[in-house]
């Protein structure tokens, strides 16, 4: 199961070719990896675990451009089937949610699927939309 959670992350042949490999040393706050390898390993975690709830805060807020996209795909694909909480700092890393919530201190200004809210022309994620391109 956690080879199988590794690759799902894509983080097998990292964890592969770590010396001990899955008895590898991590250093304090897994600093050995970087924050993106670190935010997979999470997920793959969460995998294992069969966690049913993955809330995401801000996940590629500090990533790259790649990582961000096998994180996309990890989320999208191993977890179909789970609830996922996205609180995000890149617009476009929820354009496929099944639901969008904006909120504004704490209160709801609107929420439905993206491509709904995206058709309203005072929708405040449509704004968001349009800026972040």
Same mark, same amino acid.
């Given at each position: 199961m956690l080879?199988?959670?590794?690759e /799902?992350?894509? !983080?097998?042949? &990292?964890?592969?070719? !770590? ?7 991590v250093?304090e ?6 924050q993106?390898?670190?935010q997979?390993f999470c ?8 966690s049913? &709830?993955?809330?995401?805060d801000?996940?590629?807020?500090s990533?790259d ?10 989320v999208?694909?191993?977890?179909a089937d789970?609830?996922v909480v996205?609180?995000?700092h890149?617009?476009?890393? /929820?354009?496929n949610?099944d ?6 201190r704490?209160v709801?200004?609107?929420y ?6 995206l058709e309203?022309e005072?929708s ?5 939309v349009?800026a972040?391109?």
């Open positions: 080879w199988e959670a590794l /799902i992350a894509q !983080l097998k042949p &990292i964890v592969k070719s !770590l010396p001990g490999g899955l008895d590898a040393m250093t706050g897994g600093e050995n990896f970087s993106g390898q670190r997979l997920l793959a975690r969460a995998f294992v675990r069969k049913s &709830i993955l809330i995401m801000e996940a590629t807020a990533i451009m790649a990582t961000e996209s096998i994180l996309q795909k990890v999208m694909t191993a977890f789970r609830t996205t609180i995000a890149r617009v476009h890393t /929820i354009l949610a639901l969008v919530i904006v909120m504004k704490g709801i200004q609107e439905d699927r993206p491509e709904a809210l309203k005072d405040v994620f449509g704004a968001f349009r972040d391109k």
